[in-house]
C-alpha cells in the first residue's frame, strides 16, 4: 500500500476520532486490522501488516494533531524575518497618525478612524473591579472609559490589533524568508484563514488608572457554509495554502526585501474548509504614556486540517 492511500486512510480515522492520544489509535488500529496482509517475511514471525500499522499509528498522531491546536503563540522579533517584522510594527502597530479627513476631526478627534469604522462590526466590552462586564455602546461611551488613553486604545481596539495577530501567527515570515502558519493541514502544509474574525474587546482599568484590553478573535467556517446556504450562494474559499516547501524561496535581509518578495512564499492555492474554528486570546496592557505591551497570545483551534476538494 502506498504512502498516498495510508495517508487517506489516517486522514479518514483522524476525523473519525478527532483524538490525539496514540493508544486510542494504536488500540483501535490492532482490533481493526487482525488480518494479516501477506506472508511473513524472511527471517520474522509476523506478518507484513506491522509495518503498515507503524505507518497508520504515525500519520494518525500527525492527522490528529493537526486537527486540534491548542498552543501559545511566541511573537519574539527574532522569529521573523527583520524587514517584515518591521513592515507589521509600522502598518498595525505604530502610533496613530493625525487625519487627514476633515470630516472624522469634527466627530470623533479623540480615536482613530479605522476604530470608528470598525466599531459597528466588533463589540465592544467594559469589565469593572467587581467583575462585572457591561457593553460599551457608543464610541461617545468608549472616549468616556478610556479618558486620556482613547487614542492609544482605539488604535489597538480594531483591525489593527485583529491583523498584526492574523499576519503574525497564520502568514509568518521566517527569518530565512520562507512562511509558516500555526496551523497545517495533515500533510505539513501550512493554512492562512481568509473567513472573517469575529473580534471581542474588553476593556479594564488597574488599580493605577492605566487601561487593559483582553482580546478575542473567532472564526468559524461553518458559520460561513450557513450563510452561503441560506442566501443559495456559492461557498466562498475559506483559507489559503502557502506555497509547498519545495516552491518557496529563501529572502535574505539585503535591505531590499519588499512586500511582494514575501507574498510570493504565501500565496498558494485559495481553498474551502469546513467545520474549522479557531479563537485567539491575547491580553494588552496600556503605561501611563498610552504605550501598549502585548502579553501572551494563545491559540485553540479545530479542524484545519483537511479541505473540500470538491468546491
Not at 44 to 57: G, H
Not at 175 to 181: A, E, Q, T
Not at 206 to 227: K, V
Not at 246 to 269: A, C, H, T, V, Y
Request: hydrophobic share 35%; glycine share 6%.
Amino acid at each position: 500500500m502506498g504512502k498516498p492511500l495510508v495517508m487517506s486512510v489516517a486522514n479518514n480515522f483522524a476525523h473519525q476520532l478527532k483524538s490525539s492520544g496514540a493508544e486510542k489509535f494504536e488500540s483501535l488500529l490492532g482490533s481493526s486490522l487482525s488480518v494479516s496482509f501477506g506472508p511473513p517475511r524472511a527471517g520474522q514471525d509476523q506478518p507484513v501488516k506491522r509495518d503498515l500499522l507503524d505507518q497508520l499509528i504515525d500519520l494518525l498522531v500527525e492527522s490528529s494533531v493537526a486537527y486540534e491546536v491548542s498552543k501559545t503563540i511566541d511573537l519574539a522579533p527574532e522569529l521573523f524575518h527583520p524587514t517584515y517584522w518591521r513592515d507589521l510594527q509600522n502598518n498595525y502597530l505604530a502610533k496613530p497618525k493625525l487625519r487627514e479627513s476633515v470630516e472624522s476631526l469634527s466627530q470623533h478627534k479623540l480615536v482613530s478612524d479605522t476604530f470608528v469604522r470598525d466599531f459597528a462590526a466588533s463589540v465592544y466590552r467594559y469589565r469593572s473591579f467587581n467583575g462585572k462586564s457591561i457593553d460599551i455602546g457608543s464610541v461617545d461611551d468608549f472616549i468616556g472609559l478610556t479618558g486620556k488613553y482613547a487614542m492609544q486604545v482605539s488604535h489597538l481596539a480594531c483591525q489593527n490589533l485583529s491583523l498584526f495577530l492574523s499576519r503574525a501567527i497564520f502568514s509568518r515570515i521566517k527569518p530565512d524568508g520562507r512562511s509558516d502558519s500555526a496551523l497545517h493541514l495533515a500533510d505539513g502544509t501550512p493554512v492562512t484563514p481568509t473567513d472573517k474574525m469575529v473580534a471581542t474587546y474588553e476593556l479594564s482599568h488597574n488599580l493605577d488608572g492605566t487601561i487593559s484590553m483582553a482580546f478575542t478573535g473567532t472564526i468559524d467556517t461553518h458559520a460561513t457554509e450557513l450563510q452561503a446556504t441560506q442566501t443559495q450562494s456559492i461557498m466562498k474559499h475559506t483559507a489559503r495554502l502557502h506555497k509547498s516547501e519545495q516552491e518557496q524561496r529563501s529572502i535574505s535581509d539585503s535591505g531590499q526585501s519588499n512586500g511582494s518578495s514575501f507574498l510570493d512564499n504565501l500565496d498558494g492555492k485559495r481553498v474551502v474548509i469546513r467545520n474549522a474554528n479557531l479563537e485567539i486570546k491575547v491580553k494588552v496592557d496600556f503605561d501611563d504614556h498610552g504605550q501598549p505591551a502585548i502579553g501572551q497570545v494563545s491559540l485553540t483551534a479545530q479542524g484545519w486540517d483537511k479541505i473540500d476538494d470538491s468546491v
